[in-house]
DNA sequence: GTGTTTGCAAACAATTTGCAGAATT
DNA sequence: AATTCTGCAAATTGTTTGCAAACAC
């Protein structure tokens, strides 16, 4: 849709790339712009939710819209299933292929085009799990 | 979570869940509104947010957060799959057998329990293939 | 009659946007 | 110098909620 326009560089997003890339959950906009605040006290939250929206146009990060509420961010932007803990809401990576079998066998059954999936198991994570 | 409490019949719920009936596609909650509005003008969307609300917590209806902005509901409550269009943004039923295998093999290697899964497909829909 | 449902409007939460000034190239 | 980026606050969007009156059982 929109081509890879000039990007300069900027303190905020650096550091908002690299706190991501430090964390194997998922954080949301707000956990990201919280945790920059430390660093950069008086960043916007309307600065940090540009840079993701950016970034994931971009193909940087991922959006992961797992809730359907809030939106969740991945420095991992290699094809990987996700999980969602029903009690904590929790987001953690389901490490299993990309089943492109699953998109063939769609495909057959549909009529458009099918270009990809995305796969959102749920259930209890292993902390909500013992303190049931 | 909650039990299954007492349900009074209502004009307005009745119309919602005929309505969703009579539809093979995932209407949100606007749609649904305007459509009702043709019968009963003076029903209210938030009456038709409590509804859907309502319905989904009882299994009756199924909420789906495909697109993470806008939800859309789904009378078939069979367990089934969808599709999302990149383009239009409509929504549509995939016909795959549940997969089992998919919540047994992430059981395999995830630390926590796994319930069930969701499958969004993505990618054109027939409409927007011809006219791209 | 008791308790649920409604319409309305106000409240809310997550996110986006307009703008003037600051920072990057 | 040109353009992108930021902070701030206001605007938007989708949805929920509080309340008194209306309705169902």
Do not use: W
Not at 26 to 38: F, G, K, L, S, W
């Amino acid at each position: 849709m929109s081509d890879k326009v000039t990007m300069k560089r900027s303190r905020q997003r650096d550091a908002i790339i690299a706190f991501l890339k430090t964390r194997k959950d998922h954080p949301t906009a707000d956990i990201v712009y919280q945790e920059i605040r430390n660093t950069i006290p008086n960043i916007s939250l309307g600065t940090v939710y540009r840079n993701l929206a950016q970034l994931s146009e971009r193909g940087e990060i991922l959006r992961l819209p797992c809730d359907g509420k809030v939106d969740h961010f991945d420095a991992d932007i290699r094809p990987h299933y996700h999980f969602i803990c029903n009690q904590c809401g929790c987001v953690k990576d389901i490490h299993l292929p990309y089943a492109n079998m699953l998109d063939q066998q769609a495909s057959e059954e549909f009529d458009g085009i099918i270009t990809k999936h995305s796969l959102l198991f749920e259930g209890l994570c292993s902390d909500c799990t013992q303190s049931e």
